[in-house]
């Protein structure tokens, strides 16, 4: 009897084990991925109709070979009221018809996997909309398969903080996920408050259908190609729970189940805590919210959707990198070998990197050699490897409020028109200095000197060196609070880089100690030399200034 229990602890642990690693794997092609984030409605229209769509993105797939993006992440493509750009869902199994058909978006994934291309949509877990068929189910009078699959509470003058009144014919008050038109699904309370009968534990029915009908849309779009989903407010599904402990449960069982039909399939996270999100199961997170420490203070300035009045990437010269040097090391450190921190250039929530000062060229050429030599996974915004400005001025578009900014139409050449009136807003495409920064693919492609040509050259280097890809080491060597440059290794094997990063206005010089080398041979090098005395190094950066060095 002994040894049969013996035996039977042994399994156990190998099936903890096995599931343990299993949850930690990701495939190989995100240690080499360079992913483009699409804004559909705004990116190529390809049938005149003033809305960009699905077969406009097929016709543009070799811009993304040419540049060197290898993976594309498309904002929300399904049936929406789009009173939240897409983020209201009332289909999850169809296209919107502004954006095409189910057979567009088979075609554009294989289409783009014939290029090398992964292809991964956006996945609205937590919440529909208000239109959408489950939810009009949901609010009837008579108990049915639906009733549960959204969060009521018994009455309609039983209204907690964030539910939502309605004329509905059941008796109740409904809890929304973000706006008041994106009722939350029902996946279950952490900690069930037994004197509110609408909060479930996660194991009851109504959780467990919710559950269920996720997995079947993730099957739904990856039989039909897709390469994976970032998922949409990822911490949000589980309600009460603070320490996210039910939260990582339920993410880690779909992400057993997950790699076990998708082996090759990617989850990504809208998480803002990489820490957290990783070890809940997904592959890669987001270091960017305004939440999270390090990524306002490298980008967010005076003009935007979050707003500050200093940060590291400025002309003025008045930041500092060392919150985001700490959260960014910490944070990778605590994921290594089970995922990826992403450090984006942008997204549809938050302002671009040409926003407020920060206006030219130059100063953009910086910020993307910065995030170019990052470790982790990069993702570019549409529009901002031309420099697209973040326009506070442009009119709100299906809920977008202030975001408007970030999401205009992509300048394929000067006169590009998708969704606004040249003719009205004659300035809207205007650079602050035309003389200095023309946002459009048309002049960037054929001018050698450009943001454009630039990043095409940064992707190129990247992706010629393990050292400076996604998998390589990255370490600080000069991080000083309120001082310039920044200065980090990357490295992997034998192969070594060192960047340096001066976005201010002013010339800038940083001293430090390596070990045993004889030569820096400049790789992609603007303005900066060097000094070396034994282990002693001294750089020379000029303002507004970039460099990559090779070590010798």
Same mark, same amino acid.
């Given at each position: 009897?002994?040894?049969?229990?013996?035996?039977?602890?042994?399994?156990?642990?190998?099936?903890?084990?096995?599931?343990?690693?299993?949850?930690?794997?990701?495939?190989?092609?995100?240690?080499?991925?360079?992913?483009?984030?699409?804004?559909?409605?705004?990116?190529?229209?390809?049938?005149?109709?003033?809305?960009?769509?699905?077969?406009?993105?097929?016709?543009?797939?070799?811009?993304?070979?040419?540049?060197?993006?290898?993976?594309?992440?498309?904002?929300?493509?399904?049936?929406?009221?789009?009173?939240?750009?897409?983020?209201?869902?009332?289909?999850?199994?169809?296209?919107?018809?502004?954006?095409?058909?189910?057979?567009?978006?088979?075609?554009?994934?294989?289409?783009?996997?014939?290029?090398?291309?992964?292809?991964?949509?956006?996945?609205?877990?937590?919440?529909?909309?208000?239109?959408?068929?489950?939810?009009?189910?949901?609010?009837?009078?008579?108990?049915?398969?639906?009733?549960?699959?959204?969060?009521?509470?018994?009455?309609?003058?039983?209204?907690?903080?964030?539910?939502?009144?309605?004329?509905?014919?059941?008796?109740?008050?409904?809890?929304?996920?973000?706006?008041?038109?994106?009722?939350?699904?029902?996946?279950?309370?952490?900690?069930?408050?037994?004197?509110?009968?609408?909060?479930?534990?996660?194991?009851?029915?109504?959780?467990?259908?919710?559950?269920?009908?996720?997995?079947?849309?993730?099957?739904?779009?990856?039989?039909?190609?897709?390469?994976?989903?970032?998922?949409?407010?990822?911490?949000?599904?589980?309600?009460?729970?603070?320490?996210?402990?039910?939260?990582?449960?339920?993410?880690?069982?779909?992400?057993?189940?997950?790699?076990?039909?998708?082996?090759?399939?990617?989850?990504?996270?809208?998480?803002?805590?990489?820490?957290?999100?990783?070890?809940?199961?997904?592959?890669?997170?987001?270091?960017?919210?305004?939440?999270?420490?390090?990524?306002?203070?490298?980008?967010?300035?005076?003009?935007?959707?979050?707003?500050?009045?200093?940060?590291?990437?400025?002309?003025?010269?008045?930041?500092?990198?060392?919150?985001?040097?700490?959260?960014?090391?910490?944070?990778?450190?605590?994921?290594?070998?089970?995922?990826?921190? +992403?450090? *984006? /250039?942008?997204?549809?929530?938050?302002? @671009?990197?040409?926003?407020?000062? %920060?206006?030219?060229?130059?100063? =953009?050429?910086?910020?993307?050699?910065?995030?170019?030599?990052?470790?982790?996974?990069?993702?570019?915004?549409?529009?901002?490897?031309?420099?697209?400005?973040?326009?506070?001025?442009?009119?709100?578009?299906?809920?977008?409020?202030?975001?408007?900014?970030?999401?205009?139409?992509?300048?394929?050449?000067?006169?590009?028109?998708?969704?606004?009136?040249?003719?009205?807003?004659?300035?809207?495409?205007?650079?602050?200095?035309?003389?200095?920064?023309?946002?459009?693919?048309?002049?960037?492609? +054929?001018? *050698? /000197?450009?943001?454009?040509?630039?990043? @095409?050259?940064?992707?190129?280097? %990247?992706?010629?060196?393990?050292? =400076?890809?996604?998998?390589?080491?990255?370490?600080?060597?000069?991080?000083?609070?309120?001082?310039?440059?920044?200065?980090?290794?990357?490295?992997?094997?034998?192969?070594?880089?060192?960047?340096?990063?001066?976005?201010?206005?002013?010339?800038?010089?940083?001293?430090?100690?390596?070990?045993?080398?004889?030569?820096?041979?400049?790789?992609?090098?603007?303005?900066?030399?060097?000094?070396?005395?034994?282990?002693?190094?001294?750089?020379?950066?000029?303002?507004?200034?970039?460099?990559?060095?090779?070590?010798?």
């Amino acid at each position: 009897m002994k040894k049969e229990i013996i035996i039977l602890l042994l399994l156990i642990i190998t099936f903890l084990v096995k599931s343990q690693n299993q949850s930690y794997t990701y495939p190989g092609w995100l240690n080499r991925a360079i992913f483009y984030q699409i804004y559909t409605q705004s990116f190529k229209d390809s049938n005149g109709d003033g809305i960009g769509d699905i077969p406009g993105i097929i016709e543009k797939l070799d811009y993304f070979t040419e540049i060197g993006f290898n993976a594309l992440w498309i904002n929300p493509c399904f049936e929406s009221t789009f009173r939240d750009a897409g983020y209201d869902i009332t289909n999850y199994y169809q296209v919107a018809p502004r954006y095409g058909t189910n057979e567009d978006v088979k075609q554009l994934i294989n289409e783009a996997h014939k290029k090398g291309i992964k292809i991964c949509l956006d996945l609205v877990a937590g919440h529909t909309s208000d239109q959408h068929d489950w939810f009009k189910q949901s609010q009837k009078r008579v108990k049915n398969d639906f009733s549960d699959r959204y969060i009521w509470t018994n009455s309609k003058e039983t209204k907690p903080e964030n539910f939502v009144s309605g004329n509905f014919q059941r008796n109740g008050t409904y809890l929304k996920n973000y706006f008041d038109c994106q009722p939350a699904l029902n996946y279950g309370y952490a900690n069930p408050n037994p004197k509110n009968k609408w909060e479930q534990p996660v194991t009851a029915t109504g959780p467990q259908k919710t559950k269920e009908e996720l997995k079947n849309i993730i099957t739904f779009w990856m039989d039909m190609g897709a390469d994976g989903f970032r998922v949409d407010m990822a911490y949000s599904v589980i309600k009460n729970d603070k320490d996210f402990s039910v939260t990582f449960k339920f993410w880690q069982e779909i992400r057993i189940w997950f790699h076990s039909k998708y082996p090759n399939g990617c989850l990504i996270a809208e998480w803002g805590c990489p820490e957290l999100a990783i070890n809940a199961g997904f592959m890669i997170d987001f270091m960017m919210h305004y939440w999270t420490p390090g990524y306002p203070s490298l980008f967010f300035n005076q003009e935007g959707t979050v707003t500050r009045n200093d940060c590291f990437f400025s002309i003025e010269g008045s930041g500092s990198p060392v919150e985001f040097i700490k959260y960014y090391t910490e944070q990778m450190e605590k994921v290594e070998g089970k995922g990826f921190v +992403s450090i *984006p /250039s942008a997204n549809h929530d938050f302002q @671009r990197p040409a926003s407020g000062t %920060r206006n030219t060229e130059n100063q =953009l050429k910086v910020l993307m050699t910065f995030l170019l030599t990052l470790k982790g996974v990069p993702f570019i915004y549409y529009g901002d490897e031309i420099g697209m400005r973040y326009l506070s001025y442009a009119p709100e578009k299906e809920g977008s409020g202030k975001r408007s900014g970030s999401s205009t139409p992509m300048q394929w050449n000067a006169n590009a028109n998708a969704g606004f009136s040249i003719s009205e807003e004659n300035d809207l495409y205007l650079p602050i200095d035309t003389n200095i920064l023309r946002p459009n693919v048309q002049f960037q492609l +054929s001018n *050698p /000197s450009s943001l454009l040509n630039h990043v @095409r050259k940064l992707i190129e280097i %990247r992706q010629s060196n393990e050292a =400076l890809g996604n998998t390589g080491e990255f370490i600080p060597l000069y991080a000083k609070e309120n001082k310039y440059p920044l200065v980090f290794l990357r490295k992997k094997n034998n192969s070594q880089f060192l960047i340096v990063i001066n976005p201010s206005g002013k010339q800038a010089v940083a001293e430090f100690y390596m070990e045993n080398i004889s030569n820096l041979t400049p790789v992609l090098v603007d303005k900066a030399n060097y000094i070396k005395t034994g282990k002693n190094i001294k750089l020379f950066i000029d303002q507004v200034s970039y460099a990559i060095f090779e070590i010798q």
